[in-house]
């Protein structure tokens, strides 16, 4: 019975903290776009792991690129891209824990 206990327990935490990841649309009501200052934006928000960032915008006008942090610093993508988003809302969950230092 033990065992059984336990395992209710990480599936009802499990379930809980999935429950309560946050969605941010990225640059709020500005969105994904060119005119937007998203340092500024990212300072005003407290992510956590397994929150959903969602990237809206015109398909076929903007794109997203999940890239590493050395391409990211070099704004070269021809290497170091993980993946590329082109629906127009994209949605990303936060899987890993990164901190960026400036």
Do not use: P
Request: hydrophobic residues 35%; glycine residues 8%.
């Amino acid at each position: 019975m033990g065992g059984l206990s336990i395992t209710l327990t990480l599936l009802c935490g499990f379930l809980l903290s999935s429950a309560m990841a946050t969605v941010y649309t990225v640059g709020d009501q500005d969105q994904w776009n060119s005119q937007t200052n998203y340092a500024s934006w990212a300072e005003g928000n407290n992510f956590t792991l397994g929150d959903l960032l969602v990237f809206k915008y015109v398909k076929g006008q903007h794109n997203v690129y999940e890239v590493t942090e050395e391409t990211f610093r070099s704004c070269d993508t021809s290497s170091g891209v993980l993946a590329k988003y082109e629906s127009g809302e994209d949605e990303i969950e936060l899987k890993k824990v990164t901190a960026l230092v400036a």
